[in-house]
């Protein structure tokens, strides 16, 4: 699993192809498969504004008085995103395909290990 701790759109999004291409090559050679419909990616989005100020008065360098105040306020939001996945060429993308090779064109691992 990816860590998602501070993760991007791009990132967030080639993990999800990362996830496809590793459960196309799980499923290689099973007589069940599935076709990939819409994919979606919710993100949580934290906005938030602080102000802060801190004062202090010194008195002849013994004795040190000084106060600090901080003010924050944030928001979450959330951004839902649908991806559908498809093949180089434009056709559906497919788990467990029966193919050699990936819809991107490059060889399956099964594939590649038997050449």
Known sequence: MVDVAEL?????????????RRAQDAGRGSDVRFAVGP????FAVDVSKKAGGEASVKVLGLLSLGGKGEL??????????????????GEPFEVA?????RPDGSPSPESAARG
């Not at 924050?72 to 060429?89: A, D, E």
């Open 8 to 20: 991007g759109l791009a990132e967030a999004i080639e993990a999800v192809r990362l996830q496809l």
């Open 97 to 101: 395909a029966s193919a050699p090779t």
């Open 72 to 89: 924050s306020q944030g928001q979450t939001h959330r951004v839902k995103i649908s991806l559908t996945p498809i093949g180089v060429g």
């Open 39 to 42: 994919v979606e990616v919710e």
